[in-house]
């Protein structure tokens, strides 16, 4: 949620945060600035719109500087235009631009406007630009000016400061919300994530929540927010890994639901025996610990929530735990009741998503789990706060629907089961089985990937229609929600999820020739009904289409049913959400909406 980057450079550096603002992008895109500097004169440039949109008023063949800072926004607070759009400054002295939110903005706007400050936007932004103007009107350097507003701040928020008389210096502030700091040979830079900079240098340093970073091109140097020195290690990342390279593909969401085959294979990587997981990788201490586990607990938001929802079931079936599954925006809602020794699992693509994040440290405040996440960025927020993490390894996302995501967090959670039934010694000829179909899954997953045809006749079905129906029962209706999501968010069809069971305590209202409804047609006990509920909507004109393992594959204007290979049922749900994400997919690029950027959402949403 907004993208930061800034650096300070021997060579010019506005090439430099535009194309890390394009890489970011993903992370909000309503607007997008830039503040940098040049002959001690600091130029603003805000865009409405885009960051090509930004690149093209910079005219970046004539503008040059060696320091700066930039920004594209997703708006919180006040709508999306130049205006609002960051940098923000105070008196043309201090820059500033932010990610997260100031929770206390309106009590210091209202003291800032009594010290005589105008205010220029409708943001919560601007009253940090002020502070720090207003502390070094009374006296103070840059570094104490931004202690101090910092002290004052309340709320979640990452900053990149620029400061008109400070002309080599750039500052980064990291509380609650992420930012790194990139190293270069005489260059320097803060960002919101690796992706920014990984064409620019591999070498990084991961900044706590409190501190501070002074940056000049060839020194670093880092402090608490109470100004004392900190020491931070450099590490090195595959930034190979980070190509924004689209790879043949025309969206990357599309390459990355063909990548899903690959990911699977390498989260599974070095994770398993011939009949089991294998021991050890979640870490030195995990299986001991998960010997006195009673209860567990999942905290999760979006597609990470489906998930958990799915891993949920098999617990209660395989481990005979009970499992609870929470919405990270809904989990402290409830009043924490004593359990037994509970393993709190947080799932999550981006490890910043602010609700996860916040009930993360609500839990281990209220209790005491044990705390485990299933997380795509190593070094992340969720990482760093959880005594054990296992990551996904799916790459980097950039399509802001969630896809190889989700199914490498179902391989994940498939290794959590099959270590918690080894350590609780449960059904060795299951686990045995399960390891097997767990090696198969890729190869299911790439004949899947296949039928595109199938999938695009069904997309042609959908992408007129206002609304759709996904159905589903047991641990294959969270894999109906997630249809439903998917198709939401990337192609604005409303679309709605139900257990098979519920069609007729209201949905079945909606059924007429308009409305599509998409139903998982398992191979387990579950089908006779689910034939039933499809016989109910088929009654009253409704278009269905199913997908499961039975039966053979037919497409018409009227329907019909897409077969896909068979594994095991809890395996399932897996190759299942392929059809529904390339269904979605489809369905969007008929209709023309802009795929990787759906309107109104980011990517990793690092505020409550
Ligand atoms: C946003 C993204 C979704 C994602 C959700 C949770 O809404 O657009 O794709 O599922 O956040 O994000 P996380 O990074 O915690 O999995």
Not at 5 to 34: C, F, H, K, M, Q
Not at 221 to 248: F, H, I, P
Not at 443 to 466: C, D, H, P, S, W
Not at 558 to 568: A, C, E, S, V, Y
């Amino acid at each position: 949620m907004c993208g930061i980057v800034g650096g300070t450079s021997n060579r010019n550096i506005l090439p430099i945060l535009i194309e890390g603002l394009r890489r970011l992008e993903y992370r909000g895109y309503d607007s997008a600035g830039v503040a940098y500097k040049t002959n001690g004169k600091i130029s603003l440039v805000k865009n409405a719109g885009r960051v090509d949109d930004l690149a093209a008023k910079l005219n970046l063949k004539t503008n040059k500087s060696n320091i700066g800072i930039a920004h594209t926004r997703w708006a919180t607070h006040g709508v999306p235009s130049e205006k609002n759009a960051h940098p923000h400054n105070s008196k043309n002295n201090i820059y500033v631009v932010h990610n997260g939110i100031i929770e206390n903005h309106s009590a210091l706007k209202e003291m800032l406007k009594k010290e005589g400050f105008k205010f220029s936007s409708q943001t919560d932004t601007e009253v940090i630009a002020h502070l720090i103007q207003l502390y070094t009107e009374k006296g103070k350097d840059l570094d104490s000016a931004v202690i101090s507003t910092i002290a004052k701040l309340k709320g979640a928020y990452a900053l990149g400061v620029l400061d008109k008389n400070n002309p080599d210096t750039l500052i980064g502030v990291r509380q609650q919300s992420p930012l790194v700091i990139g190293e270069g040979f005489e260059e320097k830079f803060i960002a919101s994530d690796i992706m920014a900079l990984s064409n620019i240098t591999n070498k990084f340093k991961f900044m706590d929540d409190g501190q501070i970073a002074i940056l000049e091109k060839d020194q670093i140097t880092v402090t608490s927010s109470s100004g004392v020195a900190a020491r931070l290690k450099t590490q090195e990342v595959d930034s190979n890994a980070y190509t924004n390279d689209l790879k043949g593909y025309s969206h990357f969401m599309e390459k990355e639901i063909f990548e899903q085959s690959d990911v699977i294979k390498d989260s599974l990587e070095g994770r398993l025996t011939k009949n089991e997981s294998q021991e050890g990788i979640f870490g030195v201490g995990f299986e001991k610990e998960m010997k006195n586990i009673s209860n567990i607990q999942i905290i999760a938001c979006g597609t990470s929530f489906h998930a958990g929802r799915i891993f949920e079931f098999w617990s209660h079936k395989f481990l005979g735990i009970n499992c609870r599954v929470d919405y990270g925006s809904e989990y402290q809602y409830q009043e924490p009741i004593k359990t037994d020794k509970t393993l709190l699992i947080t799932i999550s693509q981006s490890g910043e998503t602010a609700d996860t994040l916040s009930s993360l440290k609500f839990a281990k405040k209220s209790g005491d789990p044990v705390t485990l996440t299933i997380c795509n960025v190593a070094n992340s927020s969720l990482c760093r706060e959880s005594d054990y993490a296992l990551l996904t390894k799916a790459g980097p996302e950039i399509g802001v629907a969630s896809t190889k995501a989700f199914v490498t967090q179902l391989a994940c959670l498939n290794l959590l089961l099959l270590t918690l039934m080894r350590v609780h010694n449960k059904l060795p000829a299951a686990r045995k089985k399960i390891t097997a179909a767990l090696k198969d899954l890729p190869k299911l997953i790439n004949k899947t990937l296949k039928m595109t045809g199938e999938y695009k006749q069904v997309a042609k079905l959908l992408f007129k229609r206002n609304s759709a129906l996904f159905l589903g029962r047991g641990l294959y209706f969270p894999i109906a929600r997630e249809g439903a999501l998917k198709l939401k968010e990337i192609s604005y069809i409303h679309a709605e999820a139900y257990p098979g069971g519920e069609l007729k305590h209201g949905p079945l209202a909606l059924i007429d020739k308009n409305m599509p409804v998409i139903a998982l047609a398992p191979d387990n006990e579950h089908l006779a009904k689910i034939t039933s509920n499809i016989e109910e909507v088929a009654a009253r004109k409704g278009k269905v289409i199913t997908i499961g393992p039975l039966g053979r594959t037919k497409i018409d204007k009227n329907g019909g049913h897409i077969k896909i290979p068979k594994t095991l049922d809890l395996l399932n749900p897996i190759v299942s959400v392929v059809p529904l994400q390339l269904i979605a997919y489809y369905t969007a690029v008929f209709k023309g909406t802009d795929v990787d950027k759906p309107r109104n959402l980011a990517k990793s949403v690092t505020v409550e």
